[in-house]
């Protein structure tokens, strides 16, 4: 029998090895990649993503399209339904130092580009906005803040596909921006500049260009391969162009999606609301989620009683890349929180109080490595 590795499998359900090596993270398995997997492992991966496990045969060497001979058993052991690859929208993240522009900013382009459900609707706050250019659609982070997104990421959430760095051109590079280029790096993010504050008289393009090569980032117009922009939240000179910017390196990066695959989301912001109940602001990474779904969230489970979109609409389901609100959930899960289908809501609740017992025992090494340090502390 063949065996099937991390990279194997990782090419049978169409994801990148690094993103499979961090899926068997969260399940406590720690695999490299040339690692053979458990059968029965895959098997249950396989379903997870509703993927069929089969094992094929598969011809030996090159000439395997015309007169190989069948039967021997060759690498790939895996036959996985077609999956349905779908562009999905770009979700950016604005980053920068503090009073660059990155609040006024993403609120031009709400103003701009993010039209409210009905005539005077109000825009919801679910933790992300959505820009509409033209016939296609930016998803933004509203404003995470470096604490969130290294907590994010720390926790291997990564929901972000563009970071777009905001310098202003009067200021230039400060501590803040270099931490977020550090951090854009870091996470393997594509980073856009925005040069804001373009419209005033101090405004020093050359010293933010000079500042940005300083710390690796080399712009185009200087022969590298970031796109600095300049733009002013507030004349919105520019904003076009960046958005446009956004959408092309999107492009570049082929962003896609199964639809239908098993729903897979990320917790943005998570509250207790009055009248509601937990409420959960979602991003959607993969699948769809639909209303009366089971999912399990982190130490939280239950069935989708409704979602609402960006513009406060009802909706019935949530497609890749959308931010939505999620009600339904039995608590108040953590951001950065994954969320998943299930089967069945029993499944939820079953594998929700699994992850509580995990933590349970985790919070109790924790808490006893405090009293350590506190008794050291006393000597
Ligand atoms: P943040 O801390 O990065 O979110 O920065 P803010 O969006 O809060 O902006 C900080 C200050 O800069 C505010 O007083 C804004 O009005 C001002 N500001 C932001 N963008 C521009 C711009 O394009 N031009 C000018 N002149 N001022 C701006
Ligand atoms: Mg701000």
């Given amino acids: 029998k063949a065996p099937i590795t991390v990279r194997d499998l990782a090419e049978g359900l169409g ?37 069929v496990f089969v094992r094929e045969r598969r011809e030996k060497g090159r000439d395997r399209d015309r007169g190989g001979q069948p039967g021997q058993e060759n690498r790939i052991p895996l036959s996985v339904r077609p999956h349905r690859k779908v562009g999905r929208p770009p979700v950016v993240v604005f980053m920068g130092h503090v009073d660059h522009g990155k609040t006024s900013l993403q609120d031009y382009i709400r103003h701009s580009h993010v039209t409210s459900g009905e005539a005077g609707g109000i825009t919801q706050h679910i ?185 406060g609409r009802r909706v019935q389901k949530a497609s890749p890349s959308m931010p939505v609100k999620v009600m339904g959930l039995s608590s108040v899960p953590n951001a950065g929180d994954k969320i998943l289908a299930c089967a069945n809501e029993r499944e939820a609740r079953v594998l929700a109080e699994e992850a509580m017992q995990a933590a349970r025992q985790g919070n109790l090494s924790v808490e006893r490595m405090v009293t350590l340090d506190d008794m050291f502390s006393l000597l």
């Fill in 127 to 311: 933790g992300a906005s959505v820009a509409t250019v033209g016939d296609q659609t930016i998803t933004f982070l509203d404003t995470p803040g470096h604490e969130a997104f290294t907590a994010m990421r720390a926790r291997g959430a990564n929901a972000t596909d563009i970071a777009v760095l905001v310098v202003a051109a009067d200021d230039g590079v400060m501590p803040q921006t270099v931490e977020a280029i550090n951090h854009a790096k870091a996470a393997n993010l594509p980073i856009v500049v925005a040069m804001n504050k373009m419209d005033l008289p101090a405004a020093n393009p050359d010293k933010v260009l000079l500042g940005l090569q300083q710390h690796g980032i080399t712009p185009r117009d200087w022969g590298g391969e970031t796109e600095v922009l300049p733009v002013s939240a507030h004349t919105g000179v520019g904003i076009n162009e960046l958005l446009e910017q956004i959408l092309l390196e999107a492009e570049m990066l082929e962003l896609n999606a199964d639809p239908d695959a098993p729903f897979e989301g990320l917790v943005i912001e998570a509250q207790m609301e009055t009248g509601m109940g937990p409420t959960a602001h979602v991003l959607v990474r993969n699948g769809t989620l639909k209303l009366n779904d089971a999912v399990i969230c982190g130490q939280c489970y239950g069935r989708v009683r409704a979602l609402i979109d960006s513009q």
């Fill in 15 to 51: 994801k990148k090895p690094n993103e499979l090596i961090g899926l068997l993270m969260t399940m406590n398995i720690f695999a490299a990649i040339n690692q053979v997997l458990d059968v029965e492992l895959v098997e249950k991966i396989c379903e997870r993503h509703g993927v």
